[in-house]
C-alpha cells in the first residue's frame, strides 16, 4: 500500500514524498522524496502524481526501486534547504517513521538556520 503527500509550488508538484509497505497494518516499509525524473517501486514521478495525496492500495511494480529519487532540485538558501528536510520529517512522522521527539528535534534545527 501507498501513502503519498503530493507537495505543489505554484501549482506544479515538485516533490513526492512516499511510503510502501507491504500491508496496511505494517508500519515502516520504504520512505522516500520522489523529484522530476524518479520513481519509486516502479511508479515514475509522473504516475505518483497522478495517484494525488493519500493512502492508495496498489502493489510495487519493483520492489527494489526505492532510492531512484531524481535529481533533487536547487535550493536558493540553507533554510530552504533544511526546510524541505523538515518537511520530510514531517511527512515521516505522519506514517510513523519517525518519533514525536525526533520531529521536534529536527524543527529546533530548521529554526535555527537563517531565514533569508
Same mark, same amino acid.
Given at each position: 500500500?501507498?501513502?503519498?503527500?503530493?507537495?505543489?509550488?505554484?501549482? +506544479?508538484?515538485?516533490?513526492?514524498?512516499?511510503?510502501?509497505? $507491504?500491508?496496511?497494518? !505494517?508500519? /515502516?516499509? !520504504?520512505?522516500?522524496? +520522489?523529484?522530476?525524473?524518479?520513481?519509486?517501486? %516502479?511508479?515514475?514521478? $509522473?504516475?505518483?502524481?497522478?495517484?494525488?495525496?493519500?493512502?492508495? $492500495?496498489?502493489?510495487?511494480?519493483?520492489? !527494489?526501486?526505492?532510492?531512484?529519487? %531524481?535529481? &533533487?532540485?536547487?535550493?536558493? #538558501?540553507?533554510?530552504?534547504?533544511? !526546510?524541505?528536510?523538515? &518537511?520530510?520529517?514531517?511527512?515521516?512522522?505522519?506514517? /510513523?517513521?519517525?518519533? #514525536?521527539?525526533? +520531529?521536534?528535534?529536527?524543527?529546533?534545527?530548521?529554526?535555527?538556520? &537563517?531565514?533569508?
Amino acid at each position: 500500500m501507498f501513502v503519498l503527500q503530493v507537495l505543489k509550488k505554484r501549482k +506544479v508538484p515538485y516533490v513526492v514524498h512516499a511510503q510502501y509497505s $507491504e500491508s496496511r497494518s !505494517h508500519q /515502516g516499509g !520504504h520512505l522516500s522524496s +520522489v523529484y522530476p525524473g524518479g520513481s519509486f517501486m %516502479g511508479y515514475t514521478f $509522473e504516475n505518483l502524481c497522478k495517484m494525488g495525496t493519500g493512502e492508495h $492500495e496498489v502493489a510495487s511494480l519493483d520492489q !527494489h526501486d526505492f532510492r531512484n529519487s %531524481g535529481p &533533487e532540485p536547487k535550493f536558493q #538558501s540553507d533554510w530552504e534547504a533544511k !526546510h524541505a528536510q523538515f &518537511e520530510f520529517i514531517l511527512f515521516g512522522y505522519q506514517v /510513523g517513521a519517525y518519533t #514525536s521527539l525526533e +520531529v521536534l528535534s529536527f524543527a529546533q534545527d530548521t529554526l535555527a538556520v &537563517e531565514f533569508r
